[in-house]
């Protein structure tokens, strides 16, 4: 089967700049998180869907990172402005369904704001 | 305190060496137990599930100790190409069902 896949791979931007991540999850998985992972540290879950909904959204900045998941399907998340701390790697992940099932992560993006 | 703790390593073993890692947990309402691998670079990939009675897929043994909260990673003959990032991962109810990673624990295997 297809994994998760994530664009673009790589993206550098100054500061103040908006980025935006996309990613299309393994077909047939409902749920789909969004990760942020620092180097050398574990990923931290940003946001996670079920179907359409955003279900947990406790760990996102909503002062300037948004994200959404039309149709259930694909998703992004954007960041406007973006700062320097937000140089990291995102990671978009899916799986059947919360809780028991594990996760499939896509390749993430490697963001970095200069 | 962190919900999920890794020991960061590194764990330098030679190759053939028995390895284990600990991760404990914070949450004793922690329902769901996984092991992931992430090679410097890359996305981390599921390296087995942890079961209330332990399991085993070839070198790799995991196992769950619920009443100290903590679970464990033991791998046996170690190979050069098991150098890499060991994730936990836990999934702690009552937080929507929500995957709590570590931080991760690092071996590098020498020759």
């Known amino acids: 089967e297809a994994g998760v896949v994530q664009s673009p791979r790589y993206k550098i931007i100054e500061k103040k700049q908006p980025v935006a991540f996309w990613c299309n999850p393994i077909s047939g998985h409902n749920t789909l998180y969004w990760y942020r992972q620092n180097l050398g540290q574990g990923p931290e879950l940003l946001i996670r869907y079920e179907n359409e909904e955003a279900v947990d959204d406790s760990q996102l900045p909503k002062d300037r990172f948004s994200a959404e998941r039309l149709k259930g399907v694909d998703s992004t998340l954007k960041i406007q402005p973006a700062e320097l701390g937000d140089s990291a790697v995102y990671l978009c992940?899916?799986?059947?369904?919360?809780?028991?099932?594990?996760?499939?992560f896509g390749n993430g993006t490697r963001l970095t704001v200069t | 305190r962190k919900e999920v703790e890794q020991d960061p390593g590194p764990f330098n073993v030679p190759e053939g060496a028995t390895v284990a890692f600990n991760c404990t947990y914070s949450n004793s309402a922690s329902q769901s137990f996984f092991w992931y691998r992430q090679d410097c670079r890359k996305e981390p990939k599921l390296l087995m599930s942890?079961?209330?009675s332990g399991n085993e897929d070839g070198r790799f043994t995991a196992q769950l100790n619920r009443a100290s909260q903590y679970i464990s990673l033991l791998i046996r003959d170690s190979k050069l190409s098991d150098s890499a990032t060991y994730l936990c991962a836990v999934n702690i109810r009552g937080a929507g069902n929500m995957l709590t990673f570590g931080g991760g624990t690092r071996l590098m295997v020498k020759p």
């Open positions: 992940a899916s799986s059947l369904m919360a809780g028991s099932s594990p996760l499939h």
């Open positions: 942890v079961y209330s």
